[in-house]
């Protein structure tokens, strides 16, 4: 069983940066399409960005131009840049892999203070 970990998550002050990881227990191939979603207390989780292997980046309209995906290698498949942070991004954000099954991590949190 495949298991992600991602990493990176902490508080930081609006307009600040974070770089969000995302480790798996075991080399991953075949992947489809690689993602972070988060989910703020209180409301459903939602889509960050998501990446396809052919290099297609999907954004939130709230974090285009902030934000940015990029994809890894086969044991840390993907990683988010989120620059220019703002309070309204404080959420639990997870790790999400699509391969023939889909995988998510336990989720890290970023928290923007104003």
């Known amino acids: 069983q495949v298991q992600l970990e991602e990493s990176g998550g902490g508080l930081v002050q609006a307009g600040e940066s974070l770089r969000l990881s995302c480790a798996a227990s075991?080399?991953?191939?075949?992947?489809?399409?690689v993602g972070w979603y988060r989910q703020a207390l209180g409301k459903q989780r939602e889509l960050v960005a998501t990446?396809?292997?052919?290099?297609?980046?999907n954004y939130a309209d709230s974090v285009k131009g902030r934000f940015t995906i990029s994809r890894g290698n086969a044991k840390n498949p993907v990683y988010l840049q989120m620059n220019s942070l703002k309070p309204e991004d404080t959420a639990v954000y997870y790790c999400?892999?699509?391969?023939?099954?889909?995988?998510w991590g336990q989720g890290t949190q970023v928290t923007v203070s104003s």
């Open positions: 999400n892999l699509v391969t023939f099954r889909e995988y």
């Open positions: 990446i396809t292997s052919d290099g297609r980046a």
């Open positions: 075991e080399n991953i191939f075949g992947i489809n399409r």
